[in-house]
């Protein structure tokens, strides 16, 4: 066993690292970024697009920089380096924007739900649902895991091909001017994709679940930059369907693209779509939370389950007392900032005040007689 207490028979292969981050990445931000993306960057939102995909390429590797000092997850890695207290301080807010995201995605989703198909069934019947699905997954273990990240993304890649069929009646004209806005509104529209390029983080509670972890880092950088790839390609579709100012103003683009799609034998094909989109929500779900009561399992050393169930009751209370817009929208206001500043403030922290320590150790073993 490694020091987060992970027996060899409960990893994976490090290949899989590539669909655990893509699968991630993918999911409930895809279908409404480019209307907050259009509002700061508009036309040149592709260039905030890249800068993200350039900013959690250099996440991942701070992370793997992290590990290869101290082998284990993020609390190891915060214990060694602030002792146990303050680490512990630490992991329990990297714990807790866990949870939120998880119940963030969840309720996000049921939101689609409610506007696009079933306005009357009570949203806390879908949470149940959901967190009974979450939690069966869960029980299996991170194998299972890993096996519906894979499958998620296997299924799924043929809903890129269907945003094409918009092109037939796409101005191309829309995606001029370029480079006319300020390098702020640029920045502020890299900030606004955060919900469609989070998730790689969780590396940090699932890397010893990772056989020879270090060898892993080449398939985390490839499912970021497909995700990367793939964010690029639905807003530049998108910014030549509408023009910017319809951009700004349809809060759903991926699905109301999808909406003009018509067979005889299928009138509302967005159905379809957001059906389909369960399959790819699923991992969004899952992982978050599952690296939510895996670190409350380390810390305080219960068993997986208590948490898992003190979770389940919570999001459904939620659903059940409080689930609307409003709370919807201070749920996202509060994931986006907390993101943004826990990758940008701790985890350079976390790695410079390893690396000083490491220096230290190795200059008294010189100095040693």
Same mark, same amino acid.
């Given at each position: 066993?490694?020091?987060?207490?992970?027996?060899?028979?409960?990893?994976?292969?490090?290949?899989?690292?590539?669909?655990?981050?893509?699968?991630?990445?993918?999911?409930?931000?895809?279908?409404?970024?480019?209307?907050?993306? =259009?509002?700061?960057?508009?036309?040149?939102?592709?260039?905030?697009?890249?800068? =993200?995909?350039?900013?959690?390429?250099?996440?991942?590797?701070?992370?793997?920089?992290?590990?290869?000092?101290?082998?284990?997850?993020?609390?190891?890695?915060?214990?060694?380096?602030?002792?146990?207290?303050?680490?512990?301080?630490?992991?329990?807010?990297?714990?807790?924007?866990?949870?939120?995201?998880?119940?963030?995605?969840?309720?996000?989703?049921?939101?689609?739900?409610?506007?696009?198909?079933?306005?009357?069934?009570?949203?806390?019947?879908?949470?149940?649902?959901?967190?009974?699905?979450?939690?069966?997954?869960?029980?299996?273990?991170?194998?299972?895991?890993?096996?519906?990240?894979?499958?998620?993304?296997?299924? #799924?890649?043929?809903?890129?091909?269907?945003?094409?069929?918009?092109?037939?009646?796409?101005?191309?004209?829309?995606?001029?001017?370029?480079?006319?806005?300020?390098?702020?509104?640029?920045?502020?529209?890299?900030?606004?994709? #955060?919900?469609?390029?989070?998730?790689?983080?969780?590396?940090?509670?699932?890397?010893?679940?990772?056989?020879?972890?270090?060898?892993?880092?080449?398939?985390?950088?490839?499912?970021?930059?497909?995700?990367?790839?793939?964010?690029?390609?639905?807003?530049?579709? #998108?910014?030549?369907?509408?023009?910017?100012?319809?951009?700004?103003?349809?809060?759903?683009?991926?699905?109301?693209?999808?909406?003009?799609?018509?067979?005889?034998?299928?009138?509302?094909?967005?159905?379809?779509?957001?059906?389909?989109?369960?399959?790819?929500?699923?991992?969004?779900?899952?992982?978050?939370?599952?690296?939510? #009561?895996?670190?409350?399992?380390?810390?305080?050393?219960?068993?997986?389950?208590?948490?898992?169930?003190?979770?389940?009751?919570?999001?459904?209370?939620?659903?059940?007392?409080?689930?609307?817009?409003?709370?919807?929208?201070?749920?996202?206001?509060?994931?986006?900032?907390?993101?943004?500043?826990?990758?940008?403030?701790?985890?350079?922290?976390?790695?410079?005040?390893?690396?000083?320590?490491?220096?230290?150790?190795?200059?008294?073993?010189?100095?040693?007689?």
């Amino acid at each position: 066993m490694n020091q987060a207490g992970v027996n060899e028979k409960y990893k994976v292969s490090p290949f899989y690292v590539f669909f655990l981050v893509h699968s991630m990445q993918t999911g409930i931000g895809i279908l409404s970024f480019q209307r907050v993306l =259009a509002k700061s960057a508009g036309t040149d939102g592709w260039i905030s697009i890249l800068l =993200a995909g350039l900013i959690v390429h250099t996440f991942i590797w701070i992370i793997y920089k992290i590990f290869s000092i101290v082998p284990g997850d993020i609390i190891s890695a915060s214990n060694h380096a602030f002792g146990k207290w303050v680490g512990n301080f630490f992991s329990l807010l990297f714990i807790l924007y866990c949870f939120f995201l998880g119940m963030t995605i969840i309720n996000s989703y049921i939101n689609v739900i409610h506007v696009w198909m079933f306005s009357e069934v009570p949203s806390w019947a879908f949470a149940f649902v959901f967190m009974t699905l979450t939690y069966c997954i869960i029980s299996g273990g991170f194998r299972t895991i890993t096996g519906i990240a894979f499958l998620t993304v296997g299924v #799924s890649y043929w809903l890129i091909f269907v945003p094409f069929y918009g092109l037939k009646y796409s101005e191309f004209s829309n995606v001029l001017p370029i480079f006319d806005h300020t390098f702020m509104e640029i920045m502020n529209g890299t900030r606004s994709t #955060s919900l469609s390029m989070i998730g790689f983080e969780m590396l940090l509670m699932y890397y010893p679940f990772i056989k020879k972890a270090e060898t892993s880092q080449k398939f985390a950088h490839g499912g970021a930059l497909l995700s990367t790839l793939l964010t690029l390609l639905i807003y530049m579709v #998108s910014i030549v369907f509408y023009s910017e100012k319809q951009l700004v103003l349809t809060l759903w683009p991926t699905l109301t693209i999808t909406s003009i799609i018509e067979f005889p034998f299928i009138q509302r094909f967005e159905y379809i779509i957001i059906s389909w989109w369960t399959i790819i929500i699923i991992p969004n779900m899952v992982i978050p939370l599952w690296t939510a #009561s895996r670190g409350i399992k380390r810390i305080f050393n219960v068993q997986q389950k208590y948490p898992l169930w003190v979770m389940f009751l919570l999001i459904l209370l939620v659903n059940i007392f409080v689930f609307d817009i409003d709370s919807l929208y201070i749920l996202n206001k509060i994931i986006n900032p907390y993101c943004v500043s826990f990758l940008i403030l701790y985890l350079p922290l976390l790695y410079v005040w390893l690396q000083i320590k490491k220096t230290k150790k190795n200059s008294s073993k010189v100095k040693a007689p």
